[in-house]
């Protein structure tokens, strides 16, 4: 009886039944990216653009490190909420670091060692300083919205709910693009802070509908069984996590440093920056290949591993795509506007990227399978075995074969990612083996 019944969830649980859980999540992080092309877009006709515009990238940057802390409870709600008991400790959890970055961003805003952040730090001017700070405090509300719609979206992911993922992002648009053409309607699209005020506003519309539906899903479909689950347990999966983001976050900056020393500095970065964009945003579609591990594995193995091998090939096949056909030329000369040089260097440098895209959805298939396991601690060695590849094969690239300019990036990115999957690998499997040790002890000690 029990057979059968393991064999009707395995039905349930097939490779469609993940895609369409699946889709929706890689359609909104598709989505998200629109977010700030309308923002850039409605900055870039202000007067003196450039000035507003770098005010604004500089406050963002900030932004995107405090953020990071608060995008974990994505992961963090969708693993481990799995009754009312656990969510109301996660949301206590929350509130507390969402203290701590209220207090780190009132620091930041209020005080001189704000100035002395942005000016040494960032390399802002002086003169732009009241208005960088403003920017930046207005973009510190966004952190809380973004935290708390991350929150809800846990529940959401983790009760197959994906769709409204996508309707909040699509609704988010939607605001951002009536305040950006209000703004340049009114001509109040003259600093950096309306920049901040259309991303807040849009947040806040994703965070509203996904509080809405997490609310009603959490009253509805969580139980009142209590798991024994313990701010401590939630700090030992949340900071790996962060720190494993973090690390993530600090590998592009490291290769920009070092493409400062090639040959064609400029081409060299350009050529990177271009490829690298355009690797990412094929690779936003299938960044949520983990939360198929989450909700997936422990019902149909076979059928998340069909998924992944399709995500490790698709985003290769269309990268190949861009590489070896003409599309590629016309892509980055006609969408882009890259000039006949930079077009052709990019496409060069991009070559090396398939590397990545093959390796990528398997690296974030074994990384879920450590959230599954609640051991997240174990994801950070081989982040910083990545790194530590990164920073040791880009030495030589740069100082022996400067000639390669942005190739040598994409070289040690996608080597890093070689190395890092090699490692996690290593890492999930010796914990099965050591798993598998145990159970038979068990047995033996049973019998």
């Known amino acids: 009886m029990n057979s059968i019944k393991t064999e009707d969830a395995t039905k349930d649980f097939n490779v469609m039944r993940m895609l369409v859980f699946f ?21 870039s006709r202000a007067e003196h653009a450039e000035m507003i515009i770098s005010n604004y990238a500089i406050a963002l940057s900030l932004f995107g490190i405090l953020e990071r802390p608060v995008l974990v409870f994505r992961q963090t709600a969708s693993a481990l909420a799995k009754d009312k008991a656990s969510f109301k400790r996660i949301w206590a959890f ?12 009132a620091i930041i805003g209020f005080t001189k060692l704000g100035d002395w952040l942005f000016i040494y730090g960032f390399n802002a001017e002086t003169a732009s300083m009241n208005s960088l700070k403003v920017t930046f405090l207005v973009l510190a509300a966004v952190i809380i919205f973004s935290g708390l719609r991350c929150l809800y979206q846990g529940i959401i992911i983790n009760q197959l709910e994906t769709k409204w993922v996508t309707v909040g992002v699509i609704i988010r648009l939607a605001g951002m693009f009536a305040v950006a053409s209000y703004l340049v309607y009114a001509h109040h699209a003259n600093t950096s802070t309306a920049g901040a005020i259309i991303f807040l506003i849009g947040m806040g519309i994703e965070c509203l509908v996904s509080v809405w539906r997490g609310q009603k899903i959490a009253g509805s479909s969580l139980t009142a069984k209590q798991q024994n689950l313990q701010q401590k347990d939630i700090g030992s999966f949340y900071f790996p996590l962060v720190f494993y983001m973090s690390f993530q976050s600090i590998l592009i900056p490291i290769i920009y440093a070092f493409l400062g020393q090639i040959q064609d500095t400029h081409l060299g970065i350009a050529s990177f920056a271009l490829a690298f964009s355009i690797t990412n945003l094929i690779l936003s579609f299938f960044m949520y290949t983990h939360q198929i591990v989450l909700q997936f594995y422990k019902h149909n193995k076979a059928a998340v591993i069909k998924c992944v091998l399709i995500f490790s090939i698709v985003p290769s096949v269309l990268l190949g795509v861009l590489c070896f056909t003409p599309a590629g030329p016309w892509f980055m000369r006609t969408v882009l506007g890259a000039d006949v040089r930079l077009a052709a260097e990019s496409l060069h440098v991009l070559k090396f990227f398939l590397i990545k895209t093959l390796v990528f959805p398997w690296v974030d298939f074994f990384g879920g399978l450590l959230m599954l396991q609640k051991s997240t ?71």
């Open 23 to 43: 889709v929706p999540l890689a359609v909104s992080a598709s989505l998200t990216s629109i977010s700030h092309v309308i923002i850039n877009g409605t900055l």
């Open 94 to 105: 929350f509130i507390k670091v969402c203290l701590v970055i209220i207090s780190l961003s």
């Open 377 to 447: 601690k174990s994801l950070l060695k081989p982040q910083i075995l990545n790194m530590a590849a990164v920073v040791l094969i880009m030495i030589p690239l740069v100082h022996v074969f400067p000639e390669l300019n942005g190739k040598a990036g994409a070289m040690a990115a996608s080597a890093g990612e070689v190395v890092g999957l090699v490692a996690i690998s290593f890492v999930v499997f010796r914990k099965q083996k050591m798993a598998f040790v145990r159970k038979q002890k068990q047995i033996k000690q049973e019998t």
